[in-house]
């Protein structure tokens, strides 16, 4: 079993950044990859950016690659989201999720735990 908590979310004018950071408890953090997802109101979850178990690879959706960046520190049992240059669509609440697989996960299904999510507000 994993829990997992965010925070870092808040109020930001557009052009601004955000870091977010989800910790994990439990077992065995570093055999788990790590993904970011985000809902914006009336709309579906969608994948933001993954993380394998060793941080060597990573995976961005087209929407956020080149501002966002996603990172690991296993020592410390958290995944960080680096959010530059955000917009006002980048909008949502942003969650993270975690997932017992070798490669990185696009899909809600192939993660096992997630956290119960972080409100990003950006303002134009």
């Known amino acids: 079993q994993v829990q997992l908590v965010e925070s870092g979310g808040g109020l930001v004018q557009a052009g601004g950044s955000l870091r977010l950071s989800c910790v994990a408890s439990g077992r065995s953090f570093s055999s788990y990859a790590m993904g970011w997802f985000r809902q914006a109101p009336g709309k579906d979850r969608d994948f933001v950016a993954g993380?394998?178990?060793?941080?060597?690879?990573?995976y961005y959706a087209d929407s956020v690659k080149g501002r966002f960046t996603i990172s690991r520190d296993n020592a410390k049992n958290t995944v960080y989201l680096q959010m530059n240059s955000l917009k006002p669509e980048d909008t949502a609440v942003y969650y993270c999720?975690?997932?017992?697989?070798?490669?990185?996960?696009?899909?809600?299904?192939?993660?096992?735990?997630w956290g119960q999510g972080t409100q990003v507000t950006v303002s134009t």
């Open positions: 993380i394998s178990w060793s941080g060597s690879n990573t």
């Open positions: 999720a975690a997932g017992a697989m070798l490669r990185v996960g696009v899909e809600e299904y192939e993660y096992d735990y």
